[in-house]
C-alpha cells in the first residue's frame, strides 16, 4: 500500500483514539488482524433515537489511494434505517461518494455515521422498503428500529409482542432472522407476514 495512505491512517486513527468529542460520542475504533488497510468501527446509538442504546459495529475499508478515494464502511450490525441496508449493511451517505474531499478524515466519516442515525434521509435511500416505512407508517418505523437495536445491537428495550410473532414462525420452520425481516416489512401484520412466507 501507498506510503502517503499509511501514515495517514495512522495519524488519523490516532486523532480518533485521542478525541475527547469520540469518547463522549461512545465512538470506537480498532485494527483488524494489524492491517492499516482493515479497520473496525463501533458507534454507539444516540440518543433520543430509536438507536438509543446499541452498539452498531462498522467494517472500514481503506484503499491505496486513500485520502483522494473515500473509505468503503458498511454496518455489520444489523439496523433499520432508511439509508442502510437492512441486507447488506451498505451505507447511502455523500460523503462517501461523491461528496468526500480529501480533507476528510476517518473522524468526520465515523461522527457522520452517527449523526445520520439521528437524521435520516428517507428521500435519499439505500433501503427503499425502511423509507417507505418512515414516511408511510413512522410509529411502526419507530417500533422496529427499536426492536432491531434491541435484537443486534445489545438495546436495552423488549417487545414481548414482536417477539411472541417471531416465537412463531419459529415454531413453523421459518429462520429467525427471516422472521423478523418478513414481520418488520409487513408493519408487524401477522397475516400478511404469514401470506408473505407461505404463498
Known amino acids: 500500500m501507498a506510503n502517503l495512505a499509511v501514515s495517514r491512517i495512522k495519524r488519523e486513527f490516532k486523532e480518533v483514539l485521542s478525541s475527547e468529542e469520540i469518547v463522549q460520542c461512545g465512538i470506537k475504533i480498532e485494527l483488524v488482524n494489524d492491517c492499516w488497510t482493515e479497520l473496525r468501527g463501533e458507534i454507539s446509538g444516540p440518543p433520543d433515537t430509536p438507536y438509543e442504546g446499541g452498539k452498531f459495529m462498522l467494517e472500514i475499508k481503506v ?70 416505512q418512515f414516511k408511510d407508517n413512522y410509529d411502526s418505523f419507530l417500533l422496529t428500529a427499536k426492536h432491531w437495536t434491541s435484537a443486534y445491537a445489545g438495546g436495552p428495550c423488549t417487545f414481548l409482542g ?31 407476514a404469514i401470506k408473505c412466507l407461505f404463498d
Not at 414482536?162 to 397475516?191: F, P, Q, T, Y
Request: hydrophobic share 40%.
Open 63 to 132: 484503499p491505496e489511494t486513500y485520502p483522494f478515494i473515500p473509505p468503503k464502511v458498511r454496518f455489520t450490525t444489523r439496523i433499520w434505517h432508511p439509508n442502510i441496508s437492512s441486507v447488506t449493511g451498505a451505507i447511502c451517505l455523500d460523503i462517501l461518494k461523491d461528496n468526500w474531499a480529501a480533507g476528510m478524515t476517518l473522524r468526520t466519516v465515523l461522527l457522520s455515521l452517527q449523526a445520520l442515525l439521528s437524521a435520516a434521509e428517507p428521500d435519499d435511500p439505500q433501503d427503499a422498503v425502511v423509507a417507505h
Open 162 to 192: 414482536c417477539d411472541l410473532k417471531i416465537e412463531r414462525l419459529k415454531e413453523m420452520g421459518v429462520d429467525e432472522h427471516e422472521a423478523r425481516s418478513v414481520l418488520s416489512k409487513e408493519n408487524w401484520d401477522w397475516e400478511k
